[in-house]
């Protein structure tokens, strides 16, 4: 497998960012349900409530650094042809969704730290560093971007419900190998 997506497959880099975007989302939405359950005097594998939200927003912070090297990696290396197996309205609306998942991947850190900052909460960066607080205590600011993070998690759910639920017909049900494209294993893509 090359660095490079080619016209019929993702290269490494492609998949390289991919899988740890995925990995790290879901790092995000498990210690999100952790995080809010742990209780402030308790502790969780070792964590406080307080590491954990550390954690979840330093997280948050190399997941927005990631998205911004997935949006340049794509504009330099472009993309494979589309796969021959997608129907033009799963090619249609896997487009929508593509877009979707893009905004997510910048948008939900951004109102994270949105909320952190003007909540007054603060990022001790990986436990270690307190990052500055530009914005100032704004209750206002911090209220709707901690409604609107909520509210793009759980819409990021649905349409990545959507695009996993995809491949997995395509590469399963239909016998396509279809997710092989981005896999780390297994055959080139078809």
């Known amino acids: 497998m090359g660095l ?3 016209s019929t497959h993702y290269g490494a880099v492609t ?3 991919h899988w740890s975007v995925v990995l790290l989302f879901l790092h995000q939405y498990l210690g999100a349900n952790l995080m809010t359950r742990v209780a402030r005097d308790d502790t969780l594998l ?4 307080g590491d954990w939200y550390n954690w979840h927003k ?3 912070l190399v997941l927005l650094v990631l998205a911004i090297l997935r949006w340049i990696w794509r504009r330099i290396g472009g993309l494979p042809d ?15 969704n593509e ?15 949105l909320f952190v900052m003007a909540g007054g909460y603060g990022i001790k960066l990986f436990g270690l560093w307190d990052l500055p607080n530009p914005l100032g205590k704004e209750a206002t600011v911090a209220a709707l971007a901690r409604f609107l993070h909520i509210l793009l998690a759980y819409a990021t759910l649905v349409v990545l419900s959507w695009h996993l639920g995809l491949g997995l017909k395509k590469h399963l049900f239909e ?8 896999l780390p294993w297994g055959p080139r893509g078809r």
Do not use: C, D
């Open 15 to 17: 998949k390289l960012l």
């Open 82 to 96: 589309w796969a021959e197996v997608l129907t033009s309205s799963e090619r249609a609306i896997s487009h929508r």
């Open 4 to 6: 490079r997506n080619s």
């Open 99 to 113: 877009r979707l998942l893009y905004a997510a991947m910048f948008l939900l850190p951004l109102t994270g730290y």
């Open 175 to 182: 016998g396509t190998g279809f997710l092989y494209r981005m």
């Open 46 to 49: 070792g964590l406080t409530q």
């Open 58 to 60: 330093s997280i948050g």
